[in-house]
Each structure stands twice: as structure tokens, then as C-alpha cells.
């Protein structure tokens, strides 16, 4: 068995990453703790570092080729991982990132001034390539009791009209951290089937989850038609720099849209080291990522007894999959905005800023948990001297 050492101190400033190096440039601090964009803190696995090593041992890094090698791993992995037997060969496509993907399949699937919907609060580019791709953007705002986020179906039955073509699902959900269930996705899927509406599943977090994580492709067989399904092993071994993901449909006309996109934005393909780095993290990462995820359990654990023990004026609902923490401030007496520049001006803190992902974000903060215990520790500390 492998020993893997999270607690381990990695130094990332001056490597050019956007979580440290981006700072000033975003944020406008220097001398910030970056809790904010969802990569990791830890070392990217040596698995996957040796084998993107042995990349150059080719001697020359031509124009690759994506073969069976890249999608049996990813084949293999629903498999192993997840208990999905249907995927073949054939359904899988390729592209340089999850939100690439999402835009190309807006643009594949629907024309302009057609509706799409996506469920709020969520991930911010949701937002933008609807925008950008001239679609009409509706929302479903999810409901709230408690920080618990659950689905508004009579809400998402109301704004379906004629002129609806896709639904976006974040599933897992960034950032309130549901993991959909069973019944929750049935219903969702039967409502998109009945109106025609194809469903685009984000499914980058699948793999970061505390419990049992149901697929879209876990559904019946009827539904698998109207689906789409969009991943990429960045989240799960923290390589998102290497821009890769792939999407997933048994649709072969849907497929034919994708592609022919793919094809006409030249963005079919990806570099030698995402290529790789798909195999090898599918491949050998289980045994990695169960200790990764028993750390970020750890984590989770240490930032609820530590708001229970403090006087931390702060909410939030344990998260079912992601090392993202919706953080309420609502028990704060202050504005949003006076929140925000305590956050960096006081605590030297960055994280999230809860508005960027929907209107329901308002004194909403999300906090990434992926790093060593000690430092999550030291950012609480910060948090609950200003915010007690
Ligand atoms: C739900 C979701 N989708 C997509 C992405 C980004 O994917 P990519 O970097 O592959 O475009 C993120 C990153 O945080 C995310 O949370």
C-alpha cells in the first residue's frame, strides 16, 4: 500500500497558478490565503507525474492521437468506480475542459434564442456560455431550508415552455454539495423527456463524493437519449491546468451535432499530456483517491467541530460531495459587500464571493477545504477572530 502525505506543505507561489499568482491581479492583495478556486493544495499524484514524465522520453511532441488506451480507462472506470456498464467507445468525444465542452454543446444542440435552464445557485460559467452562445438563460432557483438545497420541480414545470431545448445539471452541485439521488434525478429526467428537453450533465465533482453518487446514466434506458454527460479526471487528481475532458452520450445524432462543433471550433482534440493523464489517473488513481477522500472527510469534520467549539458566527450543511463549503454569513450583522472586504482586508482570506454563482448567493462565501489540515486550521482561526 502507498503512503500519501497531505499534510504536506507545498509551496505554490511564483509557479504561475491562478489560486496564488492570480491574486493581485483578481483580488488585488498579495499577502492573501487563497480558499478560493476549486483546484487542490496537494501534490498532483506521482503516478501521474511519472507518466507525464515518460511523455518525453518520445523525444518529440508531435500532434497525438487519442486511442482505445484513453477510452478504456474512462470505460473502465464507470465501471469499477461507479457500476455504469453501458458506456462504449463510441459515445465518448473529446475536448480541452469541462465548461469547452458545455458551451460546445449549447451551441450543438440548441439554436438562438432558444431557453436554457440552469439551477441556481451554481457554478458561474453556467451563466456565461449560455450568454455568450445568444441562448436565453432561465432560472430554477433551487429551494433552501437550511442550507439543504433540493430541486423546485412545480418552479422548473412553470418555466418550461416551447422554446426550452436544454436543462444544465451540476451534479454533484457546486456549490451547495448535493449529491442528486435516485428519485431526484428520475424526476427531472421525466419532466426533461416529456417537454423534449435534453439534459446536459456536469458531472466533473462524481468522484469527490461521501456518499453513494448516482450518475445520470444510472436512470433507465429510456432517458439515456435525452443525455448528455460531461467529465474529466481535473477535479479528482488535481490537474485541471492540463485541460481535458471528454463527454458522454448514446445518442448518436446528439454525438453528430457535438462533433461536427468539435470539428468546426477545432477543439476535438487535446494536448499529449491531458491525453496521458486521462489513463494513468483512471487507471492507478483508486487507492489514491480513497485516501484523499478520507482526508477531505478529515477536513470537513475539523471545520464542524471547529464552528460548533467557536463562536463563529457561521452556517453551512456539510457537503455530500466536493471539498467546496457554502458558507452562510447571514447570522453577520453586515452587508455583503462590508463581508467580502473583511474577507480579504482583516482576515487575508480569499474565497469565493457567494453572489458570483446567482442572486441567492448574498452573504453566501464558498470556501475550498483542499489543503493541509494545519492551514485549514490557521484560515478558521483568522475567520472566527473577525467574524465571532
Ligand atoms: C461544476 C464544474 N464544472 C466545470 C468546472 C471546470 O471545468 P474545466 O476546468 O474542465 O473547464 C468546474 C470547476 O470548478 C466545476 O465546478
Partial sequence: ???????????????DCVKYDGLKKLFNVEDAKPLW?????????????????????????GYPIITSKTSNSIISWYKRRHNISCIEESDISYTTGVVTALSACIEALSQEDDEVIIQTPVYFPFFSVVKNNNRKLILNELKNKNDYYTIDF????KKITNKTKLLILCSPHNPVGRV????????LAKIC????????????????????????????????????????????FN?????????????????????????????????????????????????????????????????????????????????????????????????????QKRL???????LNDGITFGKEGKKYFRLNIALPNDELLESLELLNYEFN
Avoid at 500500500?1 to 505554490?12: A, C, G, K, L, S
Fill in 154 to 157: 412545480d418552479d422548473l414545470k
Fill in 239 to 339: 490537474i485541471a491546468g492540463l485541460k481535458s475532458s471528454y463527454i458522454i452520450t448514446k445518442n448518436d445524432t446528439i454525438k453528430k451535432h457535438i462533433d461536427k462543433i468539435l470539428e468546426k471550433r477545432h477543439i476535438g482534440s487535446i494536448n499529449i499530456f491531458g491525453i496521458e493523464s486521462i489513463a494513468s489517473a483512471y487507471n492507478k488513481g483508486e487507492e489514491w483517491l480513497e485516501m484523499l477522500l478520507n482526508y477531505l472527510k478529515n477536513n470537513i469534520l475539523t471545520l464542524e467541530q471547529y464552528v460548533e467549539k467557536s463562536n463563529l458566527k457561521i452556517k453551512f450543511n456539510s457537503p455530500e460531495a466536493t471539498y467546496l463549503i457554502w458558507l452562510n454569513f447571514s447570522e453577520v450583522i453586515d452587508t455583503h459587500e462590508n463581508i
Fill in 37 to 61: 478556486v476549486a483546484d487542490m493544495d496537494f501534490k498532483t499524484p506521482d503516478f501521474i507525474l511519472d507518466d507525464l514524465k515518460k511523455s518525453f522520453d518520445k523525444q518529440i511532441l
Fill in 344 to 350: 480579504l482586508n482583516n482576515c487575508k482570506l480569499v
Fill in 193 to 236: 423527456y416529456e417537454n423534449n428537453i435534453i439534459i446536459i450533465s456536469d458531472e466533473i465533482h462524481s468522484d469527490l463524493v461521501f456518499k453513494k453518487f448516482t450518475s445520470i446514466l444510472h436512470l433507465d434506458k429510456k432517458y439515456h437519449d435525452n443525455i448528455v454527460l460531461l467529465n474529466s479526471p481535473s477535479k479528482t
Fill in 180 to 187: 442528486w439521488n435516485k428519485e431526484e434525478l428520475e424526476e
Fill in 1 to 15: 500500500m502507498n503512503i500519501y502525505n497531505f499534510d504536506e506543505h507545498v509551496n505554490r507561489k511564483n509557479t
